[in-house]
């Protein structure tokens, strides 16, 4: 036997890695897994090339718990270590990485999170366990070797008795770290960070239910019997190629991503790309609520089918982390910071590609079945409005298949929109005015009449429309959009011919009197205008401006010059000065009849806008009783 003292010129570098590194100690089984999985596949490629003359077989990664002796067993069946290699890599190369980390994280560790990135995956063992000791035997015909250390810088190492080649690391848990003797806690970190690894890991057994034989009663039970827990599913979807799957392969695997999803993604999109950079993967669009927040953090990142996290902004294009889905590649630093990936090359790159990938799965789509993508383009517009307003090379792919509805259920790209509109919606300036509705229940009235005018009226509802029109107006020319209810149509598309008014100059500073004598809200402006003698008498619009920046406060971003109050409430009460109940308005002779009809009018416009509310509609009510007796 010998004893030694890791060569390492701080003595507390123990500590130092649980106290760095606590926040993160769950994730030593997941560092000593994937050292297992290695000794594995490296073992499976040297009796490939013939370098090892064993047999490969059928290997099997093992976690056992010792809960009386408090103990947790991880056993492999690969490449092993001889004695010289566990002197040189565990207490040489990992150590001058943990050296390493001390002299450039010691103030940020935490937040830089380094497990793994200086060869400190096998150090982790000691956040969660006060003694560990390696059992190794090479697969060279060497004897096996027996490691241990104590959590300080002293270790011994002596002859083994294993006789099996592979490596067995036996941690013995500290007090504080006694929930990892729990079985449901093991079995919680294995699914979440080991669910795909490429060798399969056996945690116990597990009691499995045979179908009955034919002359069984009914009330027999089931036979059963004991088979192997085998934790994780060693061949994922994203590891074979696209032309080896159907449909169902994807459905089943996007089932077990998300156990709980209950719904089938609309559509995938299967990533694979070995040049410039490694990248596999699958990706699914789920049908998306107008809730922005819901559908943060649902693609999982995978280095080598080990699982790193599911937060992946800064790798995926933000306006894509409402998909859901893998992304496994090797070319990702893992545990750095969030700046550092954002000014990597590699992640910028991959980020790009899985753009490209989408718009282009995107394009084909709707080139191939539009009538399909039609049906599907509420689900998943809100991911291609994001894209368009986060993302400029997305913008330009997806002009080609942006969809844009009417409130009749029609659909149009923008360029056949354009084409559509051309000859009617095009004002004296030459500019096209695009209508919309964002509630065609709430500005029916407004669509009907842009309808009877021979308009076409857009629905565009989504959370972040405001933004992307905002867009759009400033990257194609001479178009603008109008909210239907904005103004009056003939000012929202003003043509030549307008409408001469009834009233002579007089009678109209006479009518603006009365009505500000009667109005007490400040927040309308009055705006008399002359138009067609059928058209409604008194309208109330919102300027597009005004309510568009308030969407946009609504939604993030704009609007912020007024404070924390937000936008002001504006309306625009529009009078049509060639209608007969103003005419009868300004020619009544009591001023108390006038009055009623004023606030009649005004109630009824407000009524139309919904902005008639409390006792103000009471009032309007038992008004409108009392002038139908």
Known sequence: MATGKINVSVDNIFPLIKKFLYSDHEIFLRELISNATDATLKLKHLTAIGEAKVEYGNPLIDIKIDKEGKKIHLIDQGIGMTEDEVKKYINEVAFSGAEEFLNKYEDGAKDAGIIGHFGLGFYSSFMVAHTVEIITKSFKDEPAVHWSCDGSPEFTIKKGKKEDRGTEIILHIAEDSIEFLEDSRITELLTKYNKFMPIPIRFGTKTETLPKPEDAKEEDPAPTKEVDNIINNPNPAWTKQPADLEDADY????????????????????????????????????????????????????????????????????????????????????????????????????????????????????????????????????VIEYGMLSEDKFFEKADKFALYPTVDGNYFTFEELQEKLKDTQTDKDEKLVILYASDKDAQHSYIEAAKTKGYEVLLMDSPIISHLMQKLETSKEKISFARVDADHLDNLIKKEDTQISKLSDEEKEKLKTNLEEVISDKSFTVQLEAMDSSASPFIITEPEFMRRMKDMQRSGGGGGMFGMGGMPEMYNLIVNTNHELVGEILNTKTAKKRERLINQSIDLARLSKGLLKGEELTNFIKRSYEMVK
């Open 251 to 382: 459905s089943g695997f996007y089932r077990e991503l998300y156990p709980m999803q209950f719904e089938e993604p609309l559509f995938h999109i299967h990533l694979n790309v070995d040049y410039p950079f490694n990248l596999t993967g699958i990706l699914y669009f789920p049908k998306l609520t107008n809730d922005l927040n819901v559908q943060k953090d649902k693609i999982q990142l995978y280095q080598n089918q080990v699982f790193v996290t599911d937060n992946v902004e800064g790798i995926v294009p933000e306006f894509l982390t409402m998909l859901r889905g893998v992304i496994d590649s090797p070319d990702i630093p893992l545990n750095v910071s969030r700046s550092y990936l954002q000014a990597d090359g590699a992640v910028k790159k991959i980020s790009s590609y899985i753009t490209r990938k989408v718009a282009d799965k995107l394009n084909s789509l709707f080139k191939n079945s539009r009538e399909d993508f039609e049906q599907k383009w509420n689900d998943i517009k809100i």
